[in-house]
T-cell receptor, first 113, second 111 residues
Framework: GENVEQHPSTLSVQEGDSAVIKCTYSDSASNYFPWYKQELGKGPQLIIDIRSNVGEKKDQRIAVTLNKTAKHFSLHITETQPEDSAVYFC????????????FGQGTELSVKP | EAGVAQSPRYKIIEKRQSVAFWCNPISGHATLYWYQQILGQGPKLLIQFQNNGVVDDSQLPKDRFSAERLKGVDSTLKIQPAKLEDSAVYLCASLDMGTQYFGPGTRLLVL
């Protein structure tokens, strides 16, 4: 079955710097790759997603890139702010499995003022 | 639009006791998921419903966990008897246009 690896597990940046989180997946048939932000005591919140027919997607300070050949995708956050501090999860949806998500292990991002 | 509702938000029980969690998905969402999130890990799917039918329960420990969605709207997840390793956050999500929306979760501590 699908397996998703996420790195790094922790990331500390200065306010205004960029942050990059990387994920790899094992099932080449996976076709949907969302990124979730989880703040303490809350459920995961979708921040951006990308489908397998697209190589890059951007939404203001957040962008995601997908390399299907290498089976990896990355989250890029520019001009980080203290409120970006949270745990970020990547996920993959195996093809034709009802939309279930296989999550990575999470990255705890800390943005220092 | 109201989000996914879950209750209770917190629960502390002793091992071998039973516990139940409730989820009300976003109105009109036919697909509902229950995930288990152990501290420091990503959520892991326990069970998926399409309306009132089970689509995938391959990861549900059926000797102690059960779930139902009798009328195809809200859902209940039960653990009986609970073990120490069941301490986790139990997340409910519903699906719309390929996107899963999560509730705030129920934090369970088994002592």
């Amino acid at each position: 079955g699908e397996n998703v690896e996420q790195h790094p597990s922790t990331l500390s940046v200065q306010e205004g710097d960029s942050a990059v989180i990387k994920c790899t997946y094992s099932d080449s048939a996976s076709n949907y790759f969302p990124w979730y932000k989880q703040e303490l005591g809350k459920g995961p919140q979708l921040i951006i997603d990308i489908r397998s027919n697209v190589g890059e997607k951007k939404d203001q300070r957040i962008a995601v890139t997908l390399n299907k050949t290498a089976k990896h995708f990355s989250l890029h956050i520019t001009e980080t702010q203290p409120e970006d501090s949270a745990v970020y999860f990547c996920a993959a949806t195996p093809y034709n499995q009802g939309g279930k998500l296989i999550f990575g292990q999470g990255t705890e991002l800390s943005v220092k003022p | 639009e109201a989000g996914v509702a879950q209750s209770p938000r917190y629960k502390i029980i002793e091992k071998r006791q039973s516990v139940a969690f409730w989820c009300n998905p976003i109105s009109g969402h036919a697909t509902l998921y229950w995930y288990q999130q152990i501290l420091g890990q990503g959520p892991k799917l326990l069970i998926q419903f399409q309306n009132n039918g089970v689509v995938d329960d391959s990861q549900l420990p059926k000797d102690r966990f059960s779930a139902e969605r009798l009328k195809g709207v809200d859902s209940t997840l039960k653990i009986q008897p609970a073990k120490l390793e069941d301490s986790a956050v139990y997340l409910c999500a519903s699906l719309d246009m390929g996107t899963q929306y999560f509730g705030p979760g129920t934090r369970l501590l088994v002592l």
